[in-house]
């Protein structure tokens, strides 16, 4: 799952990373401390070139800036927080991150001397590539330092270097970004911008996770903003089908969502929520074939959007698998109906969109 990066600097500052001073926006209470950068928590990257990163000094500037970045989708998602960070003084922008290589079986550094925003226009040979073994950590401060030219910092590079180690490995991460590596005016080392994964398998033995992902849907691709028909599936080859069954019966798709094996009441609620912001939504197609997804968690969720969104549009639901018996009498006590097959959603929708 992937973290949102307060979230992940939050880890990164539990190990010792620096970080900068932060708090999260709360809408109706001025900011703690102004002037700040405002970051949109979407779990995507390129918000800076999305205008999702705002620097503001006074108390309107970060009126507007909420109000902007709250409605501002980034690559299909809407963010649910707000960050707000104090402003640092950049004199340079480094790329600094730690992947698994699957061929090497290894953790492996990987850095840049130009980070930010521009970051994939680097040459993929120009990065300094390191192997992290319990042996080689001892020199990667060191080698960083010499490929960043910056020798002064050797020892704050090589703390660092150890403590995302130590981070990766303790999250069982699949994936820890930080880009920009900041180096600032006052000739220290600053974590700009964290981007963190963590291995879902390994969920079991992390009980202290409790990252949004859970409650935020993951998969969710808006395919038209003006589409007629959202749906809702699970599986991404299910989630496909859908899509593609609703387009071969001459409908217009607004989305694709996958809702992932852990979805609860919670998850699916929050999609439906997501979906009644496109503005031409005549139909829901609800398509779920649960294994480790629970029907009944579905009906909830269904039941619960109908009670509090008063506009939801007409719902063609089908439903199998774990606790379909369950799910079945929710939803007939409160006269939902459920439909054997998606070609059946599909035709009722057809007919109650035309
Ligand atoms: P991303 O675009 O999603 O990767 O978001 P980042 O958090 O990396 O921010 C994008 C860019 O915004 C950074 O590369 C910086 O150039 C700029 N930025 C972010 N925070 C600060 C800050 O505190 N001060 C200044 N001057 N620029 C910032
Ligand atoms: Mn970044």
């Avoid at 079945?328 to 009722?348: D, K």
Wanted: glycine share 6%; net charge negative.
């Amino acid at each position: 799952m992937k973290l949102l990066e307060y979230e992940a600097k939050q880890i990164l500052s539990q190990a010792g990373v620096p970080i900068p001073r932060s708090f999260l926006v709360e809408s109706k209470k001025p900011a703690p401390f102004l002037p700040a950068v405002i970051k949109s928590q979407v779990p995507v990257g390129g918000r800076g070139k999305a205008g999702g990163v705002a620097i503001v000094t006074t108390p309107e500037e970060f009126a507007q800036a909420i109000s902007r970045i709250q409605q501002l989708e980034i690559k299909g998602f809407l963010p649910r927080r707000l960050l707000g960070e104090e402003v640092v003084d950049i004199k340079h922008e480094y790329y600094l991150s730690l992947i698994i290589d699957k061929q090497a079986a290894a953790i492996v550094l990987m850095a840049h001397t130009d980070g930010g925003i521009e970051v994939e226009e680097n040459q993929a040979n120009d990065f300094l590539r390191v192997v992290l073994t319990a042996q080689t950590i001892s020199t990667a401060g060191n080698k960083l330092a010499e490929y960043f030219d910056l020798p002064e910092q050797t020892f704050a590079l090589q703390e660092l270097a150890e403590q995302l180690y130590q981070c990766f490995i303790q999250n069982d991460a699949l994936l820890l970004e930080i880009n920009p590596l900041i180096y600032t005016g006052g000739d220290t080392l600053v974590a700009g911008d964290c981007k963190m994964e963590c291995d879902d398998a390994a969920a079991f033995r992390h009980p202290e996770w409790d990252f949004e992902e859970k409650q935020a849907e993951t998969n969710f691709v808006t395919l038209d903003e003006h589409g007629e028909v959202a749906t809702i599936a699970n599986g991404a080859g299910l989630a496909m089908a859908t899509v593609d069954a609703v387009a071969d019966a001459g409908m217009k798709p607004a989305n694709f969502l996958d809702i992932g094996g852990g979805a609860n009441e919670a998850s699916v609620l929050a999609a439906f929520e997501r979906i009644m912001e496109y503005p031409d939504i005549r139909v829901i197609i609800i398509n779920i074939f649960a294994g480790i997804t629970r029907c009944d968690e579905i009906a909830k969720a269904v039941i619960a959007a109908r009670s509090r969104i008063p506009d939801l549009p007409p719902l063609y639901i089908r439903l199998a698998g774990t606790n379909f018996e369950q799910a079945a009498q929710l939803l007939s006590e409160q006269h939902i109906p459920t439909l054997a097959t998606l070609e059946e959603c599909i035709q009722n929708a057809k007919e109650a969109a035309a």
